[in-house]
């Protein structure tokens, strides 16, 4: 992790009509860093992610994403983002190598990129005998870390992880999150946002949104000593209890 800034937020609101979504929300992530966005149903963590991907233009307030505006450079910024959701990543009526050359070739890999990197891919996820199966045959946690794999697979400047563990048993998550290391250590910056407060302590620094703002934003440690406790879970806990939206 370094101290040059690659995601910048000020004041970032999203209004749809009298409700507002995110008011004013501002922070900074660094490049390298795990940065995890925490929030109970309803904090607004998904609408910000979507203004932060250039999918959805806020109502007030900037960002820059990777030096690029989110109002006028949408473009440049997917081209330099890779994104993962829970609820959608890979084609499932697609082989493992299908799925991996139809996301490299989206992201703009050359041939001899892909070949190379799809080799290297199925070798490191172990997926040799799978990679001609299709993947609605692959166990969930395989599915995880191959989707996450593809996100990557252009070694984006950050990757949008949208609760990516959801499901998954405990060891596949640990797994899961040794890919995470891997690819912060090669410089890639994670914006991750997780149900699991366990998975708070692997980030860096987290930040706690409640109905539309941030609560808090530090690392977990400072963050536990701030409101003496020995977990996330407490943390997270006594600043969601109050929260008034239910679904986001």
């Known amino acids: 992790m370094t ?3 690659v995601i910048k ?3 970032l609101t999203k209004r749809f009509g009298d409700f507002i979504a995110t008011n004013e929300v501002t922070f900074e ?4 860093e795990i940065f995890g966005f925490l929030g109970a149903n309803g904090a607004g963590k998904t ?3 979507k203004m932060l991907c250039g999918l959805s233009k806020p109502s007030s307030g900037n960002a820059t994403i990777a030096g690029f505006d989110i109002y006028k450079q949408t473009e440049e ?4 983002i890779g994104y993962m959701s829970q609820k959608f990543s890979l084609y499932e009526d697609l082989t493992v190598i299908e799925n991996i050359q139809f996301f490299g070739g989206i992201y703009g890999l050359s041939d001899k990129q892909l070949k190379a990197k799809s080799n290297e891919l ?3 996820l172990g997926l040799q005998n799978e990679a001609k199966k299709l993947v609605t045959s692959l166990p969930l946690g395989w599915k995880q870390k191959l989707a996450f794999s593809v996100a990557v697979i252009h070694e984006p400047k950050i990757v949008f992880l949208d609760e990516p563990t959801g499901g998954v048993d405990p060891v596949t998550r640990r797994q899961f999150w040794d890919l995470i290391y891997s690819a912060a250590d090669r410089g890639i910056t994670i914006f991750v946002t997780t149900h699991y407060m366990d ?7 987290v930040s706690i949104m409640v109905d539309g703002v941030i609560r808090a934003l530090d690392t977990p440690a400072n963050l536990k000593r701030q409101y003496s406790a020995t977990l996330m879970d407490e943390v997270f806990y006594e600043l969601a209890r109050g929260a008034k ?3 986001d």
Do not use: L, P
Request: hydrophobic content about 30%.
């Open 77 to 80: 910024i997917k081209k330099n």
């Open 122 to 124: 199925i070798e490191t």
């Open 9 to 11: 937020a000020d004041k």
């Open 245 to 247: 939206r239910k679904s």
């Open 47 to 49: 609408t910000a992610m």
């Open 3 to 5: 101290s040059e800034v």
């Open 29 to 32: 992530v660094y490049v390298g």
């Open 199 to 205: 998975e708070a302590e692997y980030c860096n620094r």
